[in-house]
């Protein structure tokens, strides 16, 4: 059996949770502002905090500003780390300044996130060992690199692990994120936002997850342990 992750603590000045989300650019879209409006219909805070503060932009997507730095961040509940591009996640993979980031407040927070190729960032920075853990189908051959961490078999929409909560592909942070709700809030809260959401998600068409056996980082000549 799987132990609870530690309670979280009220880490903002005005006692609500606070979750913070180390951003770059490339990072995906869905992966930072589906969990953020979620977090927020929950009355939970979120800070958005990178290397440098100013504009960023997202994956393919339009521009955002970043009002806090590294060195400014504040003290939080969750750690959410979001998945990118793969070009920055293979630099951001061998970042000592980011990956020292994460290290940081991972040793300072109750709960450490991911979501799709998030688990990437984790496991570079050893914030994965000895969990288990999943990520995006298509990264899952990246994953199985770091052999201290276990990969869950098949593609669950999220994972939790202690005090390690992992997600699959993009779209899996809004499951995620009910789920990261319901530890922190409670399940009445997460229904709340599920019902304020209106997700409860029907897709007009079915497909299947291939079984992909090639690491979408080799072309940037990634190394793992």
Request: hydrophobic share 45%; glycine share 12%.
């Given at each position: 059996m799987k132990e609870k992750p530690k309670r979280a603590r009220r880490a903002g000045s005005n006692g609500k949770l606070v979750v913070g989300m180390p951003v770059y650019d490339a990072v995906d879209m869905l992966d930072v502002t589906g969990p953020f409006e979620m977090l927020r219909w929950a009355g939970i805070e979120v800070e958005l905090v990178a290397a440098r503060k100013g504009m960023h932009r997202f994956r393919e997507g339009f521009r955002f500003e970043v009002t806090k730095s590294f060195a400014k961040a504040?003290?939080?509940?969750?750690?959410?780390?979001?998945?990118?591009?793969?070009?920055?996640?293979?630099?951001?993979?061998?970042?000592?300044?980011?990956?020292?980031?994460?290290?940081?407040?991972?040793?300072?927070?109750?709960?450490?996130?991911?979501?799709?190729?998030?688990?990437?960032?984790?496991?570079?920075?050893?914030?994965?060992?000895?969990?288990?853990?999943?990520?995006?189908?298509?990264?899952?051959?990246?994953?199985?690199?770091?052999?201290k961490v276990k990969v869950v078999e098949g593609h669950p929409r999220y994972h939790l692990d202690r005090d390690r909560?992992?997600?699959?592909?993009?779209?899996?942070?809004?499951?995620e994120t009910l789920k990261l709700i319901e530890l922190l809030k409670g399940t009445d809260a997460a229904r709340a936002v599920q019902l304020s959401t209106q997700y409860f998600p029907c897709p007009p068409v079915n497909g299947t997850i291939p079984s992909d056996k090639a690491c979408p980082l080799d072309q940037y000549g990634t190394a793992s342990d």
């Open positions: 504040s003290r939080y509940d969750v750690l959410w780390v979001s998945g990118g591009d793969p070009a920055a996640l293979n630099l951001l993979m061998k970042d000592e300044d980011y990956l020292g980031f994460l290290c940081a407040k991972a040793a300072e927070t109750p709960l450490v996130a991911s979501v799709c190729e998030g688990a990437m960032l984790l496991a570079a920075a050893g914030l994965l060992d000895g969990y288990e853990a999943t990520t995006h189908w298509a990264f899952i051959p990246c994953l199985k690199r770091y052999h909560l992992t997600g699959g592909g993009i779209s899996s942070g809004l499951d």
